[in-house]
Nanobody, 126 residues
Framework: EVQLVESGGGLVQAGGSLRLSCAGS????????IGWFRQVSGKEREEVSC????????YYSDSVKGRFTTSSDHAKNTVYLYMNSLKPEDTAIYYC???????????????????WGKGTLVTVSS
């Protein structure tokens, strides 16, 4: 069974940093692209970043480009989202998602998002 578990969220002041983790199990980690998404209550889910299969290709939305970085540690079956220069508008629940059909291109995460973690809350105070 494919499972994803996010962690690392918390409360941080504007300008601060956090590192989110997405730990996967039930699949060969390097075979699946991983997408990072965030959602604020009452708003549409937003794609934040993704990291690709095998070549670790990455994508960042315009709203986080230059501030967020994603990387993977295949040995630990974990993908990280490093978030720097955080802004109050980054406040959201952050999710990771994947599917065996998914891939990450320069245009973003593509394919299904069959598997989701439960999310981790990031709160950025002004």
């Amino acid at each position: 069974e494919v499972q994803l578990v996010e962690s690392g969220g918390g409360l941080v002041q504007a300008g601060g940093s956090l590192r989110l983790s997405c730990a996967g199990s039930g699949f060969t980690f390097g075979d699946y692209a991983i997408g990072w998404f965030r959602q604020v209550s009452g708003k549409e889910r937003e794609e934040v970043s993704c990291i690709g299969v095998y070549d670790d290709s990455t994508y960042y939305s315009d709203s986080v480009k230059g501030r967020f970085t994603t990387s993977s540690d295949h040995a630990k079956n974990t993908v990280y989202l490093y978030m720097n220069s955080l802004k109050p508008e980054d406040t959201a629940i952050y999710y990771c998602a994947t599917d065996e059909s998914a891939y990450c291109s320069r245009y973003g995460f593509a394919g299904a998002t069959t598997y989701w973690g439960k999310g981790t809350l990031v709160t950025v105070s002004s």
